[in-house]
């Protein structure tokens, strides 16, 4: 079974702070997938990584896929209230399927 | 344009009831997913279709639970009977392709007394 880690799981910071959230699997994934999802909401894709150590950049967000395809990172610089929300990744397994795998989830606050 | 529309957005239930929620793709999206989102849990895929077919169903936890799909733009998740711990957030999402990205809907919260 694959299976993706989120690490931290809550993150509360103060707007300007730097903060960088991980996914983790012993499992090779053809394609990953970063989520953002607000209260009451359905999460909403930010990027999809493909390539190992590829990385991705959307506006203040830094995205990177690990070379070996297990890992990923998200990395935000100057954090701003209005990045706060739950962030979730999501893996593809190799059999490039539909099915996404989803982490637990990374709940981050950004206080003004 | 329209994004995924599921109903009820609220359900409040007792035990042994018969729950159905619905979903109404994205026009043009061939793939249709449900999942569950518990604070347990997190978001776990249930079942999804392409072209109306149901592809992998190895999410759905028991017999209770039935997913159809009679056309392109309308699914149905059946829970019967509903308990408890079927108490969740459920997600329709849609996608043009296997591997396009995956359009949610602002999902049905479940709560089974």
């Known amino acids: 079974t694959q299976l993706l880690e989120q690490s931290p799981q809550f993150l509360s910071i103060q707007e300007g702070e730097n903060l960088t959230v991980y996914c983790n699997s012993s499992?090779?994934?053809?394609?990953l997938q970063w989520y953002r999802q607000e209260p009451g909401e359905g999460p909403v894709l930010l990027v999809t990584?493909?390539?190992?150590?590829e990385v991705k950049k959307l506006k203040r967000l830094t995205f990177q896929f690990g070379d070996a395809r297990k890992d990923s990172s998200l990395h935000i610089t100057a954090a701003q209230p209005g990045d706060t929300g739950l962030y979730l990744c999501?893996?593809?397994?190799?059999?490039?399927?539909?099915?996404?795998?989803f982490g637990q989830g990374t709940t981050l606050q950004v206080k003004p | 344009d329209a994004g995924v529309i599921q109903s009820p957005r609220h359900e409040v239930t007792e035990m042994g009831q018969e729950v159905t929620l619905r979903c109404k793709p994205i026009?043009?999206?061939?793939?249709l997913f449900w999942y569950r989102q518990t604070m347990m849990r997190g978001l776990e895929l249930l079942i999804y279709?392409?072209?109306?077919?149901?592809?992998?169903d190895s999410g759905m936890p028991e017999d209770r639970f039935s997913a159809k799909m009679p056309n392109a733009s309308f699914s149905t998740l059946k829970i019967q009977p509903s308990e408890p711990r079927d108490s969740a957030v459920y997600f329709c999402?849609?996608?043009?392709?296997?591997?396009?990205?995956?359009?949610f809907g602002p999902g049905t919260r479940l709560l089974v007394l």
């Open positions: 999402a849609s996608s043009f392709l296997a591997l396009a990205a995956q359009y």
């Open positions: 499992s090779v994934f053809s394609s």
């Open positions: 990584v493909v390539t190992g150590g």
């Open positions: 999501a893996g593809r397994g190799s059999s490039n399927t539909g099915k996404l795998i």
């Open positions: 026009s043009g999206h061939d793939y």
């Open positions: 279709f392409n072209n109306n077919v149901p592809i992998d």
